[in-house]
């Protein structure tokens, strides 16, 4: 027989200050100099804080609050709370307020931290949050936002604390984090995770074909701390020792790409709106960074410009797919032996698609009826997931959304014979023109390479013949003169003639979701009768 120890988050950080206690953690600070620190310092600080929260009358299960972007000292919050018992609940500060107000109290939050940034978004929640009693601007003493003069100082509460504490066992079932979704359909739906589910979920990250993630990396979270976990990369990084670098609230081109290269970054992680910005700004300075090799994209369908212009830095991109429910690793895209000898060509068509599972996660794709599909990479249908750590239920529903035991994602994709998995859009945004379907994905993706498009959504809008055709929305590139004939003359060929879209509308932005996948909902409000004028 083993011994029964159990899995819980809080030892992640015992391990690191114990095996890796020198490993540094460095932060573009909100204040905007640069912080660093240790795992040795993190885990320190951390047991100051779970002793704050201790004082405040924190219980097991409470759930505590963060309005944070990826900082230290949201870092430490990860730990002290998820490690004294109680759940973290990072708050997506980019919903709209109504959202916020909603979740917060959903959640039955107790306390809330929040980043200087947010201190006017809190000052006009604050009044709508009654179970919210106490509200911590992670701030000095003396920094305190005047937005909010009821907000007391981090910094000057955890002075006030010992770092004598004793984190607590319990059963590794117990909830440990709160995330919500984007909440595009209705109400955000809040999924909790649990210390087993967030400890699994790291050593699938950590695995060759996942993260690949080592104590040789210096691994950059620009994927937020307040979504999804930052795809576990603040879990996964002191299980390896890894240097971790966070941005904290600057994103734009330039400053990630000063982090990468006064950091000396490997690995980074993140959505692919944040890498256009990168890119465009790596191409506008001629910049080099010799020792990035990796990124993982994901949130949205990577294109193969992005890929090929990656490739031209010596960076390979590890294309991923998860969502809020799955922790939210699910796929990644790495090659088999087998595929070795493949051309480029043959390679990129691979590296378009959203990848094999990981271990710890089972795919498959059903019809509408519910009956499984071959896994022959021709056959599309809906996209069903299950494993330890894929949501069970969301916070407070009555009814499981489980069919069969699989979670049903929304998502319509192939699986080929490999087990590779390629997204052809969501449930609810295919285009169905004269009864065959489209993929506003694949669109997508394509037009993104034509010279002069900054970013492009595909939708399906009514039309008088054939009930939906594709609209393409474009935003275009600053200074770039791009028009409806450029875009049309880029894509033909590229796909079926009936597959080009009726028209292009060129727009000054395209709207995006809290986690910056483009925001389809309103822009079918927006262009709902483009076709019937």
Same mark, same amino acid.
């Given at each position: 027989?083993?011994?029964?120890?159990?899995? +819980?988050?809080?030892?992640?950080?015992?391990?690191?200050?114990?095996?890796?206690?020198?490993?540094?953690?460095?932060?573009?600070?909100?204040?905007?100099?640069?912080?660093? #620190?240790?795992?040795?310092?993190?885990?320190?600080?951390?047991?100051?804080?779970? /002793?704050?929260?201790?004082?405040?009358?924190?219980?097991?299960?409470?759930?505590?609050?963060?309005?944070?972007? /990826?900082? #230290?000292?949201?870092?430490?919050?990860?730990?002290? *709370?998820?490690?004294?018992?109680?759940?973290?609940?990072?708050? $997506?500060?980019?919903?709209?307020?109504?959202?916020? &107000?909603?979740? &917060?109290?959903?959640?039955?939050?107790?306390?809330?931290?929040?980043?200087?940034?947010?201190?006017?978004? =809190? !000052?006009? *929640?604050?009044?709508?949050?009654?179970?919210?009693?106490? %509200?911590?601007?992670?701030?000095?003493?003396?920094?305190?936002?005047?937005?909010?003069?009821?907000?007391?100082?981090?910094?000057?509460?955890?002075?006030?604390?010992?770092?004598?504490?004793?984190?607590?066992?319990?059963?590794?079932?117990? !909830?440990?984090?709160?995330?919500?979704?984007?909440?595009?359909?209705? /109400?955000?739906?809040?999924?909790? #995770?649990?210390?087993?589910?967030?400890?699994?979920?790291?050593?699938?990250?950590?695995?060759?074909?996942?993260? $690949? +993630?080592?104590?040789?990396?210096?691994?950059?979270?620009?994927?937020?701390?307040?979504?999804?976990?930052?795809?576990? *990369?603040? #879990?996964? !990084?002191?299980? &390896?020792?890894?240097?971790?670098?966070?941005?904290?609230?600057?994103?734009?081109?330039?400053?990630?790409?000063?982090?990468?290269?006064?950091?000396?970054?490997?690995?980074?992680?993140?959505?692919?709106?944040?890498?256009?910005? +990168?890119?465009?700004?790596?191409?506008?300075?001629?910049?080099?960074?010799?020792?990035?090799?990796?990124?993982?994209?994901?949130?949205?369908?990577?294109?193969?410009?992005?890929?090929?212009?990656?490739?031209?830095?010596?960076?390979? =991109?590890?294309?991923? %797919?998860?969502?809020?429910?799955?922790?939210?690793?699910?796929?990644?895209?790495?090659?088999?032996?087998?595929?070795?000898?493949?051309?480029?060509?043959?390679?990129?068509?691979?590296? +378009?698609?959203?990848?094999?599972?990981?271990?710890?996660?089972? *795919?498959?794709?059903?019809?509408?009826?519910?009956?499984?599909?071959?896994?022959?990479?021709?056959?599309?249908?809906?996209?069903?997931?299950?494993?330890?750590?894929?949501?069970?239920?969301?916070?407070?529903?009555?009814?499981?959304?489980?069919?069969?035991? %699989?979670?049903?994602?929304?998502?319509?994709?192939?699986?080929?014979?490999?087990?590779?998995?390629?997204?052809?859009?969501?449930?609810?945004? =295919?285009?169905?023109?004269?009864?065959?379907?489209?993929?506003?994905?694949?669109?997508?993706?394509?037009?993104?390479?034509?010279?002069?498009?900054?970013?492009?959504?595909?939708?399906?809008?009514?039309?008088?013949?054939?009930?939906?055709?594709?609209?393409?929305?474009?935003?275009?590139?600053?200074?770039?003169? =791009?028009?409806?004939?450029?875009?049309? !003359?880029?894509?033909?060929?590229?796909?079926?003639?009936?597959?080009?879209?009726?028209?292009?509308?060129?727009?000054?932005?395209?709207?995006?979701?809290?986690?910056?996948?483009?925001?389809?909902?309103?822009?079918?409000?927006?262009?709902?009768?483009?076709?019937?004028?």
């Amino acid at each position: 027989m083993m011994m029964d120890r159990p899995l +819980l988050i809080s030892s992640l950080i015992e391990f690191a200050d114990r095996f890796h206690g020198d490993a540094e953690i460095v932060t573009q600070t909100v204040e905007g100099h640069v912080h660093r #620190y240790t795992y040795s310092d993190a885990h320190r600080r951390a047991k100051q804080a779970a /002793n704050m929260l201790t004082s405040f009358g924190i219980k097991s299960g409470d759930r505590v609050a963060t309005l944070a972007w /990826n900082t #230290y000292r949201h870092f430490e919050l990860y730990y002290a *709370i998820s490690g004294s018992g109680a759940v973290c609940h990072t708050v $997506n500060p980019r919903l709209f307020e109504e959202q916020v &107000v909603y979740i &917060v109290n959903h959640a039955q939050d107790r306390v809330m931290f929040f980043d200087a940034t947010f201190a006017p978004l =809190v !000052a006009k *929640i604050k009044g709508q949050c009654p179970t919210v009693e106490r %509200w911590i601007a992670l701030t000095e003493a003396n920094a305190v936002p005047a937005e909010t003069p009821f907000a007391e100082s981090y910094e000057a509460l955890l002075a006030e604390q010992s770092a004598d504490f004793e984190w607590p066992t319990f059963d590794e079932n117990t !909830a440990s984090s709160l995330c919500y979704t984007s909440g595009t359909t209705g /109400n955000p739906k809040g999924v909790l #995770y649990s210390h087993r589910s967030t400890m699994l979920h790291a050593y699938g990250f950590g695995l060759p074909d996942a993260g $690949n +993630l080592s104590g040789m990396d210096v691994v950059l979270a620009v994927v937020p701390m307040f979504h999804a976990n930052s795809w576990s *990369i603040p #879990y996964a !990084a002191p299980m &390896v020792g890894a240097k971790l670098v966070l941005p904290g609230a600057r994103l734009d081109g330039a400053s990630v790409a000063k982090l990468l290269a006064e950091e000396d970054v490997t690995l980074a992680a993140g959505v692919p709106t944040i890498w256009s910005m +990168l890119l465009t700004h790596i191409q506008q300075n001629n910049l080099k960074f010799p020792h990035f090799k990796r990124t993982l994209i994901g949130g949205a369908a990577c294109p193969a410009s992005m890929i090929e212009a990656f490739d031209d830095l010596g960076v390979e =991109v590890v294309h991923a %797919w998860g969502m809020t429910e799955t922790s939210p690793l699910g796929t990644l895209c790495s090659f088999k032996r087998k595929h070795a000898g493949l051309g480029k060509a043959e390679k990129l068509a691979l590296r +378009l698609k959203q990848g094999r599972p990981v271990f710890g996660v089972d *795919i498959r794709i059903v019809d509408p009826m519910g009956k499984p599909l071959p896994h022959d990479g021709k056959a599309f249908g809906d996209l069903h997931v299950r494993g330890p750590w894929i949501v069970a239920n969301y916070l407070g529903a009555t009814e499981s959304p489980l069919q069969d035991g %699989w979670f049903p994602t929304g998502d319509v994709s192939t699986i080929d014979p490999d087990g590779y998995m390629q997204i052809t859009d969501r449930s609810k945004d =295919v285009i169905k023109s004269g009864g065959e379907w489209i993929s506003s994905v694949e669109l997508e993706n394509l037009a993104v390479g034509c010279p002069g498009v900054a970013h492009a959504a595909a939708i399906g809008v009514r039309h008088p013949r054939w009930d939906e055709r594709p609209l393409l929305i474009v935003q275009r590139k600053p200074g770039a003169e =791009v028009d409806k004939k450029d875009v049309l !003359a880029f894509l033909e060929g590229k796909v079926a003639k009936w597959w080009l879209p009726e028209d292009v509308a060129f727009v000054d932005a395209i709207p995006l979701t809290a986690t910056g996948k483009l925001y389809k909902l309103e822009l079918r409000k927006t262009f709902a009768e483009h076709f019937m004028r």
